[in-house]
């Protein structure tokens, strides 16, 4: 099937790891010849990388798949990602799917494509944790001007409610020097900020034996590379000496973004977490005292079981007490396999939609306030290259999305502007 000029398309599910893997794929196949084209327009090949953090991610994945089917009924199918490793038997059964690629395979989803000569010759492959070894080094260039960079996959950390351990295995990680290679491919293309993006990405250096901190350190090197952010890290792996390096002016950005899942010690025991509140809002201060204007990203989950109202409130008065300036929210959702699902205490859904309600309310008053200290600060910003109804857009150092008319020279550059 090589060089036939072919078409593919791509749909990708979930998080920035499954984009930059994406990227990675489409650039494979650009090199054998084929064009990249939109997932609505009819294409010889569809991918689609999916996730699984959900029920609901596993539902779209279905219809996306259904969809394409009906419509382009003689275009291979080929399902990877997260939702493909936990479930390929019920991925296989649905029409229209030709192959479906688990884990440790998505390295080679250009090959295995390649091999399908016509539509129909079905292929899964083994999808147990324990093979799940390898790791593919994958970034993103969908913007010209930002860039998400694998550095890690997997997991060893077992949280109760959570199945991407077993869909993408144990933590591993790609040798610094090559992720400095990869740094400057992004840099020679015109890219001024990198992501650096994992499962546990705090983790890092569990196959190597490097260190997190010498990672940051050798990209904070790369020349071109401006700016850098930490998609996200746990708690506790965001120690002191990473703090007080990052604040020591290096091109990392006052930016973080941590999972904080529960603001209840009792909820944070029961779902397996490694740190207390405690912890988690000395690391908060920590970071304050060293550098300012920080823009904090933090997840949380509601409704996990045994989340009473009462053990509801902590975490909203944790959460008003810290003063993210954003807050993800997940309601609960049962994953197959993970302790959590034969938890007692159950929440019921009206319940969690409406926790779900009063913490978007809290979030949009923690993110005025941020935007309202920030109002009237000179802040350098990075500006992109979509143009929408005339403006472009583009994000501060600390995270604040500012539109401005649109100007052709400051597409891809760090232009200062007062907020
Ligand atoms: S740290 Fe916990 S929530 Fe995050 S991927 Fe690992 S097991 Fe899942």
Partial sequence: MENRGDTVAFVTLGCKLNYSETSTYAREFEEHGYSVVKSTEAADVYVINTCSVTDHS???????????????????????????????????????????????YKGQLYAQVAKIEKKGASRAFSCERNRIESIFPSFSTGERTRSFLKVQDGC?????????????????????????????????SGIKEIVLTGVNTGDFGKTTGESFLDLLKALNGVEGIERYRISSIEPNLLTEEIVRWIASGTKFLPHFHIPLQSGCDTVLAAMKRRYTTDMFRSKIELIRENMSYVFFGIDVIVGFP???????????????????????????????????????????????????????????????????????????????STMKGGMMYGYSRNYIRVEAPYQREKIGKIVKVVL
Avoid: W
């Fill in 58 to 104: 596993d539902k779209k994945c279905r219809n996306i798949i259904r969809r394409l089917h009906k419509k382009n009924p003689s275009a291979i199918i080929a399902v990877t990602g997260c939702y493909a490793q936990l479930k390929s038997e019920e991925i296989l059964g649905i029409e229209g799917v030709d192959i479906v690629l688990g884990a440790e």
């Fill in 156 to 188: 060893d950390y077992f949280c109760a409610y959570c199945t991407v351990p077993i869909a993408r295995g144990k933590s591993r990680n790609l040798p610094i020097a090559l992720l400095v290679q990869e740094a400057e491919k992004i840099a020679a």
């Fill in 306 to 384: 045994g989340e009473t109202e009462e053990l509801f409130m902590e975490t909203y008065h944790f959460l008003e007490s810290v003063k993210p300036a954003f807050i993800h929210i997940f309601p609960y959702s049962v994953r197959p396999n993970t302790v959590a699902a034969s938890m007692p205490g159950q929440v019921d859904s009206q319940v969690k939609d409406e926790r779900v309600k009063r913490l978007e309310e809290l979030s949009d008053r923690l993110h005025a306030e941020f935007y309202a200290e920030n109002k009237g600060r000179e802040e350098e910003v990075l500006f992109e």
